[in-house]
Every structure is written in C-alpha cells, then in structure tokens.
C-alpha cells in the first residue's frame, strides 16, 4: 500500500470516530441532567448511561476495525492486480498492421 491509501484509510478511521465520539458528547450533554442528581434514581439513570455508552463504543470500534481492514485489503488486491486508477486501451489490431507507419496531416 503507497503513502496516499494509508493516509486515506486513516483520515477515515479518524472521521469515523469523530462522528461516534462527537454524537456521544451531545447526547450526554442533553440528558446528564437526568444523572446529576445523587439519588436512586439519578444512579439508575447514569448506569444505564453508561452501559449503553459502552455498548456504543463496542459496536462503533468493532464496526471502524471490519471497515479500516476491508479498506486495507480492497487496496493491497487491487495493487496487486495493478487495477487501482488504472485504464488500458486495446485496439483490434492484427500483428504487423501498421507498425512503425508515421501519420502526417
């Protein structure tokens, strides 16, 4: 993998967790005030905060790992079958045919 698709693949895996880390501030920052107070109920509130916060994290890093490897290995194949921004042009051409003739306008 060259310089540029590392650098792709990690300027993703950054946006993603971006998003995931990012969308749990706002919701904690919306509803702590339902855990602030320490009472039963204030700590049943932040315990469930808290398992689903982990829940969140698990299933957003196990997603990121699957996604930042499938990226690596589209990349590695299609290297390797030199596919990767790569166009050929084949022209119907029988061997000999109008080798070595120079066009002129």
């Known amino acids: 993998m060259n310089k540029r698709e590392n650098q792709i693949v990690k300027d993703i895996e950054k946006k993603c967790t971006t998003i995931m880390i990012g969308s749990l501030v706002r919701f904690e920052k919306t509803f702590k005030h339902l855990w602030e107070n320490e009472d039963e109920r204030g700590d049943h509130y932040y315990d469930l905060w808290q398992s689903v916060r982990n829940d969140i994290l698990n ?5 990121l790992r699957d996604t930042v490897e499938n990226m690596y290995k589209f990349f590695i ?5 030199n596919n990767l921004n790569h166009y050929e042009f084949r022209f119907d051409q029988q061997p000999g045919e109008n080798q070595g003739e120079k066009y002129e306008n």
């Open 59 to 63: 299933f957003g890093n196990h997603q």
């Open 77 to 81: 194949e299609n290297n390797k079958n």
